[in-house]
Each structure stands twice: as structure tokens, then as C-alpha cells.
């Protein structure tokens, strides 16, 4: 049955841990009358609605402090809405910060030796027992901390000059680079040192021409510009290799891995969430720009144009819920967003009194992540889909 053809379209429940309570929204096809009634069922962990000859029910986020009949509120038309209690026990679970997040396939949980295989053919990129060992790289700001801790550090002012910083290995002016037989592991990314991959071509940004190596994709181009990277089994764009870096980065949601304890494969989404919340972490600002870090190219070759930004600002970074049109409790966050031209992004990152954070992103993810929030946009109650001139959605999190 078609949802526009429902009694009861639809239902979407939130947990608002902060002030203890689930919020239920139910939209009807027709307006509530006196075959509507609502009832707390399973323990309080589930909601059944029925209108005109039809019920239809909801597992609750959270359970609750009702267990009966809940009243249909009054004037409420074809729109449902209840706040309903929660015990401090269910709060307490979901509880979560910004530095507690789980990373999606840290260094830990990926095995010694495991391969790194395409998630589109299988083919294996880095073979296995080929990486030693995983080590996790540190945080987007650790080089400007280390450096304003040497600067600043009491008696010790003579050492804080880059050159001696650098000679540490953790200046601002340094990079890490790819380790042979080393895997390092980011929120969105592995990297490699070139020689453990095998089976990738390589492009230049503005090209779709193919080349087996990086060095012959660099020829005669600017460095600095990172390279795409694609399996050249099924020619799926799996990464970017970064001049500066000497480093191959293979996107997590583009391969596969042997990890310690059974895991999905994260999305590319899941991966964008995990990278705002260690950036509202890292920076205390809650609104990013999310742009294109290369140039598409068509199947053709030709250049197309970049695809517009995501202007993100996160209203929740711990968001718990569940609905009729998916399946199960879901955790995410709940972000506005609206679609902006690059160089309306690029003055917002560069202004001083913003506090708009710059990620980049492949395009592709970009475009995904554009998709995903629309569909969870119709998740939400019309009332609350849009604020102002930005849309409401939800990016789910990795659990």
C-alpha cells in the first residue's frame, strides 16, 4: 500500500536525552476523530496508533514512562504530537560526547596483515600479510599544538623555531608520509606508502587519462594538486595519492578489511558524520563547508564542473530515532543544510567572523551525502523540515 494511501502515513519518534523525554510525531491522512486512539505497548517500548480501521505501530527509541492509553491531543488535525518520560536509565546509555565517538575502523580494530581489498570487485590492493602494523594518525591540529607547546614552553624559548621543529618531526611546516609495511589509519581513510598497493591507476584531476604509476601522473604538473586514484580492475575511484605525503589514501567506504571483531562496512556518510563531530571537537564550531578536494571529470574525459558545497551546521551530535519508513532505532545527527557555490563557500571559510570549518571530500561523497539528506528529510514532520532558508536532515553515525 502506497504511504499516501494510509490512514496513518507516518510516525516518527526522537530521544531528547537532555530533558528526558521521547517526542512522537504521527501524520495521518485524514483529520483525528473518534476512531484515533494511541496506545504504550511491550514495556513501554512500543507505540500503536489507530485511525479509520487501520493501526499501525512504532518501537520507541527509548522506553518510556507510560504504559496505556495516551490521550489524542486536542485540535491536532492530521498532526500527532506527544512528549512522552523517559527513566534516567535509558538517558544514561545513550549518552555521548564528541570525544567518545566510535571511529569507524580504527587502527585497533583492523587485523595484522588483513587485506585491503576494492569493495566493488574484491580485487586486493594491498595483499595480504603485506602491512606489519596499523598505527592511528593523530588529529588534523596536532602540528600547530606541538608547535605553540614548544613555543610557549617556560625556560625553554630558544628551541622554537620551525627548523627545530621540523627536526623533531612535528612542525607545522612537516607531514607525515607513507611508512612501507605500515598502514595509518584515519576517520575517512587508510594510507599507504605506494609499493604495498597493487592493481591502481592513476589520473590527473582534470583528466580521465590513465597512468600506472604516480610519478607518471605528476609529470609535468603541479604536486601539489592530490591524484585520483582508481581500481584498475573495475575502475571504481577508490582514493587520492598526495604528492607531498608520498602517500596512497584509500577511502574506508570504497574497500574492504579484515577486522578483529565482526563489523559492517562503514558508508561514506557514516565516514562525513565522524569527521563533523571531530571537528566541532577540534575547533568548537559547529558549522563546516564540505567541498570537493578534486576536479570531476566525466566518463568522456572533459572536464565537468565541481558540484556545489554542503554549507553543514550541526544542531545534534547524538541524535536517537526511530520511524515507520525505516527499519529499526537509529543514532545519527541532525544537521541544516543547504546547497552553496564554491566561491560562497570560500568566503565563508575565509572569513575571520564565520567560524565555518573547510573539509574536503570527494565529489562523489559529497553528492551522496546530498542524497541521503534529502531522503531523511521526509523522515521529519513537515513542520520541522525546514528552518528559515536551510533543510533539516539526518546523517547517520557509526556505531
Excluded at 479509520?52 to 492530521?78: F, H, K, M, W, Y
Excluded at 607545522?172 to 607513507?178: D, E, G, L, R, Y
Aim: with cysteine; proline share 5%.
Amino acid at each position: 500500500m502506497a504511504q499516501s494511501d494510509t490512514a496513518v502515513r507516518s510516525i516518527y519518534a526522537e530521544l531528547l536525552s537532555n530533558i528526558r523525554q521521547v517526542s512522537v510525531r504521527a501524520t495521518l491522512s485524514s483529520p483525528s476523530d473518534a476512531t484515533t486512539k494511541a496506545e504504550i505497548l511491550d514495556d513501554a517500548r512500543r507505540i500503536q496508533i489507530h485511525h479509520q480501521g487501520e493501526v499501525r505501530a512504532l518501537d520507541l527509541p527509548a522506553s518510556v514512562l507510560v504504559r496505556s492509553t495516551i490521550p489524542i491531543p486536542e485540535n491536532s488535525s492530521q498532526d500527532l504530537a506527544w512528549r512522552l518520560p523517559v527513566p534516567a536509565t535509558e538517558t544514561h546509555l545513550t549518552r555521548f560526547s564528541a570525544e567518545n565517538q566510535s571511529v569507524p575502523w580504527s587502527s585497533t580494530d583492523v587485523k595484522i596483515g588483513s587485506c585491503i581489498s576494492c569493495r566493488h570487485c574484491s580485487h586486493n590492493i594491498v595483499q595480504p600479510g603485506r602491512i606489519k602494523s596499523w598505527k592511528d594518525l593523530p588529529s588534523e591540529n596536532w602540528a600547530e599544538m606541538m608547535e605553540f607547546w614548544h613555543c610557549h614552553k617556560p625556560h625553554d624559548h630558544e628551541h622554537h623555531d620551525g627548523e627545530n621543529l621540523s627536526k623533531r618531526g612535528y612542525g607545522a611546516n612537516s607531514a607525515i608520509t607513507a611508512q612501507p609495511e605500515v598502514g595509518f589509519v584515519d576517520l575517512t581513510s587508510f594510507l599507504f606508502s605506494e609499493a604495498d598497493c597493487d592493481g591502481l591507476s592513476f589520473s590527473r584531476p582534470d583528466s580521465d587519462t590513465s597512468f600506472d604509476t604516480s610519478k607518471e601522473a605528476i609529470d609535468g604538473t603541479d604536486p601539489v594538486r592530490p591524484l585520483r586514484i582508481f581500481c584498475k580492475t573495475c575502475r571504481a575511484e577508490v582514493g587520492i595519492y598526495n604528492a607531498l605525503a608520498v602517500s596512497v589514501t584509500l577511502f574506508k567506504w570504497q574497500v574492504t578489511c579484515e577486522t578483529g571483531s565482526p563489523s559492517q562496512s562503514p558508508s561514506s556518510s557514516e565516514c562525513l558524520a565522524a569527521t563533523l563531530i571531530a571537528t566541532i571537537s577540534r575547533s568548537g564550531s559547529s558549522k563546516s563547508v564540505v567541498a570537493s578536494h578534486t576536479l570531476d571529470t566525466t566518463p568522456e574525459g572533459t572536464r565537468s564542473e565541481l558540484p556545489q558545497s554542503l554549507h553543514l551546521w550541526v544542531l545534534n551530535a547524538n541524535v536517537v530515532y526511530s520511524s515507520t519508513m525505516r527499519e529499526g532505532r537509529r543514532t545519527a545527527i541532525k544537521v541544516l543544510y543547504q546547497d552553496i557555490d564554491i566561491e560562497e563557500g570560500n568566503k565563508l571559510v575565509d572569513s575571520m567572523t564565520s567560524g565555518v570549518q573547510e573539509i574536503s571530500f570527494p565529489g562523489a561523497a559529497i553528492s551522496t551525502a546530498r542524497q541521503i539528506l534529502r531522503e531523511s528529510n521526509s523522515l521529519l514532520p513537515v513542520s520541522e523540515r525546514l528552518f528559515q532558508q536551510w533543510h533539516v536532515g539526518l546523517l547517520e553515525r557509526w556505531k
